[in-house]
């Protein structure tokens, strides 16, 4: 039987290598793609819940960004890249700084390793700030520094149509600088009573980014609202050692000892009067109050400093809160859905803090807020209620509050003449706002 040719090794070899060097080179390109983007790495171990997120190599560091996720602890996000003893000392630390178990389920942060080693830990601990931890020789330097945006100012206007809200989504915003234009004017505007069509703002904000992606608004530097032709401007500014502060063209505080209504967006459903027919019960009676409908479990903002003196159920009030403040005041808060974290007699509470939601607990016929106050015992009507204002600039720095004012106002006015219109200025040194 004829048997064919045996072919040798070599042969095969010499036949077949184009191919298999074609195949090395393809898998060689691949794999150092991988590597230079990041989306290939192995891991060993440190920093398993940090890794989930993703990192970037290089050929001895490894950066590893992520959010906390819920469950997370610095020991978990550190976990391998650290002893315990080292834990125990980092958050000896920190304590005085930023408490480790205050770091919370959605922080952004930053793990660096050098050569498999903990090199560096930083993570975003409010809007502004960032908690940094860095390996030195004698252990560690836990520091809270600035994050490091970078800012542009930004002149933004619009006219209502329907509302605030509305209209700051509409000239591309975000509804966070809504909430940021009533919180500042809250003592003075009504937003669902006071603002109507035609109505009009301006502001300069901060636009910031970070690592050249947007990071969303910063301080908001100067606002104006037209309502009914009756001009509010506000003005943020240092005043010395002081915190910043809102404060109009004249240097007067915005913050008064009241706000103008404990919810930031409502209507009034029903008056301050001696005789009303309830709705319930069909009895004449007084409703020395003000009631304001919103939805089921919107928050509601405590008027005034003060000290809670009552926080339960009543027959009539439902879930309520009483708040006691200086010179006689007290608030009362009533038909609640629920209290606010913590609400007991004794507490002190902040002008703004969250008391409570709104609910129909008790005789109502619906969601609403029912809301009271009294002098000395007396009740009030709270539209008539005149707040005297916070202390205002001081002497000392009065000459650089005007010309901080000129500045905003010059900047304010530079948007093209437009109803709804957004300009991007240049970032001078603006005065007063460190």
């Not at 930083?122 to 931890?133: G, K």
């Not at 669902?192 to 904000?205: K, V």
């Not at 609202?225 to 915005?254: C, H, I, M």
């Not at 905003?408 to 219109?421: H, I, K, Q």
Request: charged share 25%.
């Amino acid at each position: 039987m004829h048997m064919p040719p045996r072919r040798s090794i070599g042969c095969l070899a010499r036949r077949f290598m184009p191919a298999i060097a074609a195949v090395c080179i393809v898998g060689a390109a691949l794999l150092t793609q991988k590597l230079i983007t990041g989306s290939f790495l192995v891991h060993h171990g440190p920093g398993d819940a940090a890794l989930r997120n993703g990192a970037t190599a290089d050929d001895r560091v490894r950066i590893i960004n992520g959010k906390v996720d819920s469950g997370d602890t610095v020991s978990s996000l550190l976990d391998g890249t650290i002893s315990p003893s080292e834990i125990h000392e980092l958050a000896t630390k920190s304590r005085d700084i930023f408490p480790l178990n205050r770091i919370c389920a959605g922080m952004p942060y930053r793990l660096t390793l050098e050569d498999g080693s903990f090199k560096r830990f930083s993570c975003d601990i409010v809007d502004a700030d960032q908690l940094v931890v860095t390996r030195t020789k004698g252990g560690f330097a836990v520091s809270r520094e600035a994050i490091p945006y970078t800012v542009e100012i930004v002149s933004v206007r619009g006219t209502i149509e329907s509302s605030l809200f509305e209209t700051v989504v509409k000239i591309g915003e975000s509804e966070g600088l809504a909430m940021q234009l009533a919180d500042i004017f809250a003592w003075d505007i009504d937003f669902f009573q006071d603002i109507q069509s035609g109505d009009s703002f301006e502001a300069l904000i901060e636009k910031r980014t970070r690592e050249g992606k947007p990071a969303g608004n910063g301080r908001l530097l100067a606002a104006r609202f037209t309502v009914d032709d009756q001009v509010s401007q506000a003005f943020y500014f240092r005043d010395g050692k002081q915190s910043p502060a809102y404060y109009d063209e004249n240097g007067r505080s915005l913050k008064k000892a009241f706000l103008k209504a404990p919810l930031s967006f409502s209507r009034i459903s029903s008056g301050f009067t001696m005789r009303r027919r309830h709705p319930i019960t069909k009895r004449v009676r007084p409703h020395p109050a003000i009631d304001y409908a919103a939805p089921r479990g919107t928050p509601i903002h405590t008027v005034g400093d003060g000290t809670v003196v009552f926080a339960a159920y009543k027959r009539y009030n439902g879930k309520c809160v009483k708040v006691r403040h200086r010179n006689g005041w007290v608030t009362l808060y009533n038909h609640m859905s629920r209290f606010a974290k913590g609400m007991r007699p004794g507490k002190r509470v902040s002008q703004g803090q969250v008391i409570g939601y709104v609910g129909s607990t008790g005789l109502s016929t619906g969601p609403h807020l029912d809301f009271r106050m009294y002098k000395n015992g007396s009740p009030v009507n709270p539209l008539r209620v005149k707040s005297p204002p916070a202390r205002p600039v001081s002497r000392a720095h009065m000459a650089a509050f005007k010309m901080m004012v000129a500045e905003r106002v010059a900047l304010m006015e530079t948007t093209p003449a437009r109803d709804t219109a957004r300009a991007t200025l240049p970032a001078p040194g603006l005065r007063g706002i460190n």
